[in-house]
């Protein structure tokens, strides 16, 4: 049976849930401070500045909103600056060790938190872990697509979502119990646990192997090929090689020959192999890659626009408003909710579609805004509260899935890494833009600031109408066919 039509095998699966604890992190380090964050500014009534006598660790440390604004956001420049680092990284040494080697980055960032003294410090340790978690937001969702089958690639690279809203609400339940001067280094230290687990079970986990074919490794491809999939591999691995080698200049077209078959060349030139994945200014040079390009820059900077980390930044102090001291209790009955609708995104992403579900997800996002503003403005605390959760919803079964595995196959695998790693840094930014400014457009729109983010899910709704196109159940080299880069040569659109 053709692999393709033979179903998922177990340890794709595997492979998936491994990666998927990158995003998990992200999760758990997004939202860690969202319920004990006011033990971190404010001391309790002792005597007693530190844990004990002779201790040099403070139990909490003085900042003023401000300061307090900018080290928590350092989180989303430091997510910026990974998703940067992202394509470079993984296109040396791998997605799979690349992912291997970002842990570390959790660790120094867990650990600084833990054991911070200062407001430098607790920044800096922010950044670390922000680094490694927009490393991971891109690289996961870039490996997962490379190592499924079309036919479920959807419902595989949603797991990387679907992680992300369970390392939310883990970390808030946990939070409820840790509202202590102690709890939230506590709480800091957490994501050690994800990374050292992750870390230990990449060790098993296949390598993708349209990075290992664009860098030449066919026969280590091969290999992988047959531990990732059931049935006769031959026809889906040919048209994978076929898909680099129609615009690769490292592979030989000759490798391929008349019936379908691949014979490795016999000679191959390393350095450029290596030379051939484009970085993104290269990628920028070629007109039809550029066009790819900046549209899923603008679908992740719209993702963002649409006020989501407004909601899951502020919920707290939004719903302390109506239910007081109980506010963090809803706040972790949201993030339930949020899982339960990127479980559905999930049995739909597949079925509906990219397009469609993507179009859903706008419109209602775009609708409950408007009505969060009727409830704010007329004070009905009931209907803040359900187009809150209706909010985060619509969010997580669409906007919040389908951008990330949307960007991963819409460009080729020698432009993948830069063009996700571009993609993502435009969803860091404005993850980082709309948690620094919300306060201030709060303070100056007061109850109507939703009409803003409802007007930009507007115009990325029509965005998505007019400028995206279908790619559920289609492999890679059909989605190029498609968007116009399957049989592009590179070297003659640009001198790369």
Not at 160 to 169: A, D, E, K, M
Not at 311 to 321: G, L, W
Not at 447 to 473: H, M, N, P, Q, S
Request: charged fraction near 15%; hydrophobic fraction near 50%; glycine fraction near 10%.
């Amino acid at each position: 049976m053709d692999s393709r039509q033979a179903g998922v095998k177990p340890f794709v699966l595997f492979c998936a849930l491994v990666a998927s604890l990158g995003t998990f992190n992200s999760g758990v380090n997004t939202s860690s401070l969202n319920i004990p964050g006011f033990y971190v500014l404010n001391c309790p009534n002792s005597s007693s500045t530190t844990y004990f006598p002779g201790s040099s660790l403070p139990h909490c440390i003085h900042m003023d909103d401000w300061t307090w604004g900018v080290a928590t956001g350092m989180f989303a420049v430091g997510g910026l600056v990974g998703a940067l680092a992202s394509g470079p990284l993984s296109e040396r040494i791998g997605r799979r060790n690349s992912m291997l080697a970002m842990n570390i980055s959790f660790v120094i960032g867990a650990l600084l938190l833990s054991t911070s003294t200062t407001s430098a410090q607790f920044a800096i340790g922010r950044i670390f872990v922000g680094i490694a978690s927009g490393f991971m937001t891109t690289v996961v969702s870039v490996y997962i697509t490379e190592i499924s089958p079309p036919s479920h690639r959807g419902v595989l690279v949603s797991f990387l979502q679907l992680f992300t809203t369970l390392g939310i609400f883990i970390i808030e339940a946990i939070g409820l119990g840790l509202r202590s001067p102690v709890g939230w280094r506590v709480v800091t230290v957490i994501t050690v646990g994800p990374a050292v687990v992750q870390a230990v079970g990449l060790l098993f986990c296949a390598r993708s192997p349209r990075w290992l074919i664009g860098h030449g490794r066919v026969d280590e491809a091969r290999v992988e090929m047959l531990r990732l999939r059931k049935g006769c591999v031959e026809a889906e691995f040919t048209e994978m090689i076929s898909g680099v080698v129609s615009s690769s200049p490292e592979l030989e077209k000759e490798s391929v020959t008349d019936d379908g078959i691949y014979k490795e060349p016999v000679k191959q030139n390393e350095e450029k192999k290596q030379d051939h994945h484009l970085t993104f200014f290269q990628v920028m040079k070629v007109p039809r890659l550029a066009i790819l390009v900046m549209q899923q820059m603008i679908l992740h900077a719209g993702s963002q626009l649409t006020g989501i980390n407004a909601i899951m930044y502020y919920s707290t102090s939004i719903f302390e408003k109506s239910f007081g001291g109980n506010a963090a209790y809803v706040t972790v009955g949201v993030a339930a909710l949020n899982i339960f609708a990127t479980v559905v995104g999930q049995s739909l992403i597949d079925r509906l579609g990219r397009k469609s579900l993507m179009m859903i997800s706008a419109v209602c996002m775009c609708l409950f805004s408007a009505l969060m503003t009727v409830g704010m403005a007329l004070d009905i605390s009931v209907l803040q509260v359900v187009c809150i959760m209706l909010f985060v919803a619509s969010f997580g079964c669409g906007l919040g899935i389908i951008p990330f595995l949307f960007t991963a196959e819409c460009l080729p695998t020698y432009a993948v890494s830069a063009g996700c790693g571009a993609a993502l840094m435009s969803n860091w930014f404005f993850n980082f833009i709309i948690g620094l400014i919300f306060p201030t457009l709060q303070s100056a729109c007061g109850d109507y600031v939703f009409l803003i983010f409802a007007g930009l899910t507007f115009l990325l709704a029509l965005f998505i109408f007019f400028f995206t196109k279908e790619t559920k159940c289609k492999s890679i080299e059909q989605i190029g066919r498609d968007l116009g880069w399957y049989d592009l040569d590179i070297c003659a659109a640009h001198d790369i």
